[in-house]
T-cell receptor, first 114, second 111 residues
Framework: DTGVSQNPRHKITKRGQNVTFRCDPISEHNRLYWYRQTLGQGPEFLTYFQNEAQLEKSRLLSDRFSAERPKGSFSTLEIQRTEQGDSAMYLC????????????FGQGTRLTVV | DAKTTQPNSMESNEEEPVHLPCNHSTISGTDYIHWYRQLPSQGPEYVIHGLTSNVNNRMASLAIAEDRKSSTLILHRATLRDAAVYYCILRATSNTGKLIFGQGTTLQVKP
């Protein structure tokens, strides 16, 4: 297993367009997390899945954002009608659903909205 | 979630030990102390975690104060590759596993 994989690594889009990012977690992991990181800040939690169920969403996740994990494997994060404030690094992480296990992060998708 | 306080930045010389402090005065009895680091242009990477006792692994050591209100991440011999942002995070055993990151400590390692 090569770890958590995110695609694309970089995305430039025009304001108002929709974008979709993909995350492939470590295959045995049943938890999958999405975070957003802006320049100079630590990552901020957005949402997480246990298997295919989305169990928590941050208030940061406006109604323009939607995430899915249809078969409990890979996940997608879609942003509709992008705004310049959506420019950030979007990070995915996965872990086992056991106490205090470590999370493994992907390298992220850098979104630039112009 | 309980809050942690870390210095914004620290400097170290290569091949010297580095002690990265973290204060967490509001820690509860069930909170584990986790450390992650983030190298430039990378996602965060797990370093170490502990509850009460000091912990060692191949990357680092974690020293936890007796009252658990502070902890120190110890890199025994800093290398240039250890230059990163280091995050100290409290995680409750009952929570969802999400990580609440602060701003962390930016460690610079000088050759």
């Amino acid at each position: 297993d090569t770890g958590v994989s995110q695609n694309p690594r970089h995305k430039i889009t025009k304001r108002g367009q929709n974008v979709t990012f993909r995350c492939d977690p470590i295959s045995e992991h049943n938890r999958l997390y999405w975070y957003r990181q802006t320049l100079g800040q630590g990552p901020e939690f957005l949402t997480y899945f246990q298997n295919e169920a989305q169990l928590e969403k941050s208030r940061l996740l406006s109604d323009r954002f939607s995430a899915e994990r249809p078969k409990g494997s890979f996940s997608t994060l879609e942003i509709q009608r992008t705004e310049q404030g959506d420019s950030a690094m979007y990070l995915c992480a996965s872990s086992f659903a056991t106490r205090n296990t470590e999370a493994f992060f992907g390298q992220g998708t850098r979104l630039t909205v112009v | 979630d309980a809050k942690t306080t870390q210095p914004n930045s620290m400097e170290s010389n290569e091949e010297e030990p580095v002690h990265l402090p973290c204060n967490h005065s509001t820690i509860s009895g069930t909170d584990y102390i986790h450390w992650y680091r983030q190298l430039p242009s990378q996602g965060p990477e797990y370093v170490i975690h502990g509850l009460t006792s000091n912990v060692n692994n191949r990357m680092a050591s974690l020293a936890i104060a007796e009252d658990r209100k502070s902890s120190t991440l110890i890199l025994h011999r800093a290398t240039l590759r250890d230059a990163a942002v280091y995050y100290c995070i409290l995680r409750a055993t009952s929570n969802t596993g999400k990580l609440i990151f602060g701003q962390g400590t930016t460690l610079q390692v000088k050759p």
